[in-house]
């Protein structure tokens, strides 16, 4: 399975291999021969042929951003690199190189045909993206393990297989598990597989089949709903609102709290605490609750705004195109009465009429278009605990100073009832980390909804540019195509 030596010394892909290659690929004919001279752009590029030129590292391929068809192969490649921006890749032969290892094909989306024939590959993986894979060629390699075919169950589109001349393939039960484990399979190794076949290779596999279905099963549902849960979160965070829905900030203070997490063993703290939660979860799902009732709030503005933008833009456009019909109409009378005048003044006056009516039209759209353009208390409560929380330590410790206290304390607690300074800068150090997360949280939301609307804002402004100057590019072409068709017949008539 090793290449071949060769006397040629080892290649990267640099710019001028690919430029003599999209050159030698190209048309030969004159076209071909313009192309080259006025040199041919690598996002153009649909197909590169690139076998047989000792290249030992895949590089420089960013500018091929269309690229369908990719061929790589005989020659001493050793890893899969440099393909990240090849997104629409549909075809890729990676055959007769040096590869040990699948990988770098995550961003490979709309690969459909995949050749590895004859590396160095032990292993099938890391081919996830591949979603629309179809073909599949590992043939002549190290594949030892027949656990690697149960990989590829995910691949529903894989229709064509080859793993000939792997040790798997020596394997006295290699086409039937392979049949069994992958029943959408029409062909192995080159040859079509019948119904004959499968049907044993089903029967014979049967209880592992339906044993793996099941594990299949219970893993989908739990990606199904790990998938939901990314997507409620996305949609909480989209409304600002994430983590608001239970006691997740509540459970954030007491988390870097140890002062308070003692004090929760004073004597009518616990249920102190436990009221205090109660509230203050309420308070966080009200917010929860109105977050998510402006997002939809939000999003009907938007697409009320929208629409109405896009009617603004097509009563714009009707307004411009009846002015525009309606000085054509004009236009072609005048041109025709232009041509079949004979006395030479009254056809310079004609056309200065037409110049100064293209002129009023120029000027008509860019008034439409500008008028378009001028169209486009969680706070309360964790000090209300904190009064209550110091309140309950004071007397605790003067019942310790009286020798009152009948409640026996952790010795972590009991260690803060040295005098009143000691209690009260304890109790003062909790309250002070409870504001602090809930001022962070607050600043968190406002900050993000700030951004949002700046960013909102910035992409209205930058799309309304973009479409203006568009619009004001149609708008000269049209007033220059107009004003070069009077000039072509101005100079007509004076030739004449």
């Known amino acids: 399975m090793n290449q071949p030596c060769n006397s040629m010394e080892p ?5 001028d291999m690919l430029k003599l290659a999209v050159g030698d690929q190209g048309p030969q004919e004159e076209a071909g021969q313009l192309a080259k001279q006025e040199g041919i752009l690598f996002k153009d590029v649909l197909s590169l042929q690139l076998d047989f030129r000792n290249i030992l590292r895949i590089d420089n391929l960013w500018q091929f951003e269309n690229l369908r068809k990719l061929q790589l192969d005989n020659n001493i490649i050793e890893k899969i690199e440099g393909l990240e921006n090849l997104a629409h890749l ?22 459909e045909d995949l050749s590895l024939f004859n590396n160095r590959i032990s292993k099938i993986d890391s081919l996830d993206a591949l979603v629309k894979l179809q073909v599949l060629s590992l043939g002549n390699n190290r594949i030892d393990n027949m656990m690697n075919i ?3 169950r ?5 229709r064509t297989l080859s793993l000939s001349r792997n040790p798997i393939s020596e394997a006295e039960d290699y086409k039937m598990f392979i049949c069994a484990y992958l029943p959408d399979l029409m062909y192995l190794d080159y040859r079509r597989i019948d119904d004959h076949t499968k049907k044993l290779a089903e029967a014979k ?29 996305e949609k909480h965070k989209t409304a600002f609102v994430e983590h608001l829905n239970g006691s997740f900030l509540f459970d954030s203070m007491y988390a870097e709290d140890s002062e308070g997490n003692n004090l929760s063993y004073l004597p009518g703290v616990g249920e102190l605490l436990e009221t205090y939660k109660d509230k203050f979860v309420i308070i966080c799902v009200n917010i929860f609750e109105y977050g998510l009732k402006q997002q939809e709030k939000r999003k009907t503005e938007l697409d009320t705004f929208s629409e109405c933008v896009r009617e603004a833009i097509q009563e714009n456009q009707e307004q411009g195109k009846r002015k525009i019909a ?38 008509a759209l860019m008034t439409l278009e500008m008028q378009l353009v001028e169209q486009l208390e969680c706070r309360d409560l964790e000090n209300h605990h904190h009064e ?10 003067e019942k310790i100073v009286e020798g009152d206290l009948d409640e026996d304390l952790p010795n972590d607690l009991r260690a803060l009832f040295v005098d009143k300074d000691t209690i009260v800068n304890a109790v003062g150090a909790s309250h002070d980390i409870h504001l602090l997360k809930i001022d962070n949280r607050e600043d968190e ?9 700046t960013r909102l804002i910035d992409r209205i402004h930058k799309d309304e540019i973009m479409r203006n100057r568009k619009r004001v590019k149609e708008i000269n072409q049209y007033i220059d195509h107009m004003q070069s068709e009077l000039d072509n017949l101005e100079c007509g008539d004076i030739l004449d």
């Not at 890729?92 to 040096?98: A, G, H, I, T």
């Not at 596999?205 to 709903?225: T, V």
């Not at 939301?445 to 609307?453: A, E, G, H, K, Q």
Request: net charge negative; hydrophobic share 40%.
């Open 90 to 111: 549909v075809w890729l032969d990676l055959s007769f190189n040096n590869i040990e290892t699948i990988e770098g094909l995550d961003t490979l989306v709309n690969l």
């Open 150 to 152: 149960i990989y590829l």
């Open 205 to 233: 596999h049967q209880y592992s089949i339906d044993e793996l279905k099941h594990q299949e099963n219970l893993m989908q549902a739990q990606l199904e709903d790990e998938q939901a849960q990314r997507e409620e979160l």
């Open 326 to 363: 309606k000085f054509e109409e004009k236009h072609l009378s005048s041109l025709s009465a232009i041509r079949e005048e004979l006395e030479l003044p009254n056809i310079e006056k004609m056309i200065l009429e037409c110049s100064a009516d293209i002129s009023e039209l120029f000027d």
């Open 154 to 158: 995910r691949f529903k589109c894989l």
């Open 11 to 15: 290649r990267v892909m640099d710019d």
């Open 388 to 397: 209550k929380l110091l309140e309950i330590s004071i007397s605790t410790l």
């Open 445 to 453: 939301l406002v900050t993000r909804i700030n951004s949002w609307c």
